[in-house]
């Protein structure tokens, strides 16, 4: 039969240690087909046993103990083809087995393990094992269980030293309890990497929950049988033989004997028992069973505390959440209301700071420079409609990386991709000092068959600063943070919703029920003016309704807009320069106070819609005028740049904010309808111009140069 294959670390990682083809030298091995026919065993089964194996030979004919025989009954035959280790106690030849049964992949195995104590002693120790198990499942935390954990196993196994492993999302694993001779190296604290437990071993911690090692210094038996026949199966045996690379790793950290016992929690290795003993040391298969139960005790006392608190963490987020969302359907402005939140939303998901964009506006909550917070939202991409996650400094884009600080982790909801919205969650770098289990790294050493790789020699703490990591994103915030995201985007839909169905019903009611009525005042205040013997209030009450007629209007074409029908434009050979002209002329005339200043006036002919055009130079004239310093000129320029047309309308004045720029061409600006130097505006103007512009092929933009704001309408000439 095969006995396995030399190995090392650069191939230790694919050694089949399922079926080493030997065993440990403590006990013996015999294995059957499914019917019982003897079908190969461990080379000292003929000294150990007593017996004269053949091939082929039924079960029954072998002169094995009544109860091992009666054991084996129960797994020969038709039945399931994996069935879990039962335990007979045997004595042959007057020494004390424990007998193994077990069937795997249509194998029967049965193993019979020296056992060196009294089976009164056994019970002695598995009733002290049995005795822990009530004092584990009252623990209320996970470091006192393991810590508890550590004490009990030690004191009924008297290993030298018991540790409680609990692996990372990486799989490498911290010590986090330690029970030990008071004379040996403490380990607790420190940290192994996941290369310290290959892929294929930790499938087996997994599938055999316990594992046994006697003696390093033992020399493994071989398996006998057909050479022709599959290797054997032992993932469930308990005397499996043992990697020559984990021997080598175990007499590198001095250690004589070992036990592990794994914590699987929902088929996951959580974590691990690995006790540690400075000799031989074999601790009898009742007392490991009692280790194994009480492993599965702590599996389960993990599971419902972690249980626990993920419901309280489930529970927390729920509640902010449906607050957030209730107060978002009747507030008026949604940064405001996630700043109200913020606290509770921090606390949730265990972040440091939040960050809310809305239409250009960034809300900071939490210790983050405002620039530094329009940058991380900048470099969020656009159009996502998915979580962002970043966790470390390598995950942001390289350009924001040296701007950063302690700012590495990231959590980001875009519930308003529409209105550039996001609710980003901050979480500050890690700075962890990792003190490893030795120095992970490999060692080349000379052995019989030349030069290869070794594990380390040392296991002394080698520390390590870690930078540039956050704490990662928990699955259950994540989950949580995905939920809200879903009801963050319906509610802003529904907003949108709401208010396109309420300004629809606005621009209905004005176009169609006050234009009529202001047509008729309108008419009046001709009357007036022409036959009263006041014609001021005339002119009043005809610049009035004028000015309505034009709000209603703007109003008008944003429905227009909005509803995706555009303005309409007819474009055909247009003079620009005439018709600027024309329209400093209306202005000087309507503002004789007003200085209009035409600073060049190079011919340049366009297709345009005269009356739209018309509309956009209006407008920008008339912000000049509103907006600029009292007494300072309105500047205009019409000018040719390559293929293009430029007109610049110009006013003394500071620069725009950049919070205002951000919002320049929205409709229903705050900046507009708050203006005490245009009372009557809404906001639309710029909104509509820039429509007007677009729908000519041009481009509208703002610019400040010097101490002038400058709008500049750029067309493509004729």
């Known amino acids: 039969m095969e006995h396995g294959r030399q190995v090392d670390l650069l191939n230790c990682a694919d050694e089949p240690i399922h079926i080493p083809g030997s065993i440990q030298p403590h006990g013996t091995l015999l294995f059957f087909t499914a019917d019982g026919a003897l079908e190969g065993w461990s080379a000292n089964a003929p000294a150990m046993l007593g017996i004269t194996p053949e091939l082929g030979v039924p079960y029954a004919s072998l002169a094995l103990p009544r109860a091992a025989l009666e054991l084996l009954i129960d797994y020969i035959g038709p039945g399931e083809p994996e069935v879990s280790p039962s335990m007979v106690p045997v004595c042959i030849n007057g020494m004390d087995f424990d007998c193994v049964v077990h069937a795997a992949l249509g194998r029967v195995i ?193 599971h419902s505390i972690e249980s626990r608190q993920e419901t309280q963490m489930v529970e927390r987020a729920a509640s902010t959440r449906t607050k957030l969302v209730e107060d978002l359907l009747i507030e008026d402005d949604p940064l405001e209301t996630f700043g109200r939140f913020a606290e509770a939303v921090l606390a949730a998901t265990q972040a440091q700071a939040q960050v809310t964009c809305y239409y250009g506006k960034v809300r900071v909550h939490g210790d983050l420079p405002h620039d530094l917070a329009e940058a991380i939202v900048a470099s969020l991409p656009d159009a996502e409609h998915d979580l962002v996650v970043r966790e470390k400094l390598d995950d942001w884009p390289e350009s924001i990386r040296d701007r950063l600080g302690k700012w590495v982790g990231l959590l980001a909801m875009p519930f308003d991709p529409a209105a550039n919205g996001w609710n980003v969650l901050l979480r500050v770098e890690q700075i962890e000092q990792v003190a490893w289990g030795g120095l992970p790294e490999k060692t080349t050493t000379f052995g019989p068959l030349g030069e290869r790789l070794t594990p380390r020699g040392s296991f002394d703490a080698w520390y390590e600063t870690v930078r540039g990591h956050a704490h990662p994103w928990e699955s259950t915030i994540l989950a949580n943070s995905r939920l809200t995201l879903a009801e963050l985007v319906r509610v802003m839909t529904s907003r949108r919703a709401q208010t396109e169905a309420t300004r629809a019903q606005l621009l209905a009611m004005l176009g169609h029920d006050l234009r009529d009525p202001l047509h008729s005042i309108n008419m009046a205040g001709m009357v007036l003016e022409k036959g009263s013997a006041q014609p001021t209030l005339g002119k009043r009450i005809q610049s009035s309704t004028s000015r309505m007629q034009r709000m209603i209007s703007q109003v008008l074409d944003m429905s227009r807009i909005d509803g995706g029908l555009g303005l309409g434009v007819t474009l055909e050979p247009v003079n620009l320069t005439a018709l600027v002209e024309d329209l400093i002329d209306e202005a000087r005339l309507a503002y004789p106070t007003v200085p209009f200043l035409l600073t060049c006036d190079e011919q340049a002919m366009v297709n345009a819609d005269s009356g739209r055009l018309g509309q956009v130079l209006s407008n920008l004239l008339s912000n000049a005028r509103h907006h600029g310093e009292v007494g300072k000129p309105v500047r205009i320029c019409v000018r040719v740049e390559g293929k293009e047309a430029v007109v610049d309308v110009s006013n003394a004045g500071g620069q725009i904010p950049t919070e205002v720029v951000a919002t320049l061409f929205n409709p229903f600006k705050r900046a507009s309808l708050n203006n005490p130097r245009n009372r009557t505006g809404m906001g639309l103007g710029l909104y509509i111009a820039q429509q007007i512009v677009r729908e000519h092929h041009g481009e509208i933009a703002y610019r400040h140069d010097g101490n002038e704001v400058i709008f500049s309408v750029r067309l493509p000439l004729l």
Not at 187 to 215: C, E, F, H, K, M
Not at 233 to 250: F, K, N, Q
Not at 269 to 286: D, N
Request: hydrophobic fraction near 45%; aromatic fraction near 6%; charged fraction near 25%.
């Open 110 to 302: 049965a193993e019979f393990e020296r056992r060196e104590v009294s089976a009164d002693e056994v019970t002695q120790f598995a009733l002290k094992a049995h005795a822990s198990i009530d004092r584990l499942r009252r623990q209320k935390t996970i470091e006192g269980l393991l810590s508890i954990a550590v004490d009990q196993i030690r004191e009924f196994t008297g290993f030298d030293r018991v540790m409680a492993y609990r692996f990372r999302p990486d799989d490498s694993g911290d010590v986090v309890a330690e029970a030990r001779r008071e004379d040996i190296v403490p380990y607790l604290g420190q940290r192994y990497p996941a290369s310290d437990i290959p892929a294929q071993a930790r499938r087996l911690y997994v599938l055999n929950t316990l594992r046994s090692i006697i003696d390093v210094n033992d020399t493994m038996v071989p398996l006998l049988g057909p050479a022709d026949a599959l290797p054997l199966d032992m993932s469930h045996a308990v005397l499996r033989s043992v990697s020559p690379v984990h021997i080598e790793y175990l007499k590198n950290m001095g250690v004589g004997a070992s036990m592990s016992v794994s914590i699987v929690i929902n088929g996951r290795l959580w974590g691990l028992i690995a006790c540690h003993h400075m000799s031989r040391k074999l601790v009898p298969y009742s007392i490991r069973m009692a280790a194994d139960v009480l492993a599965q005790v702590m599996a389960s006392t993990i």
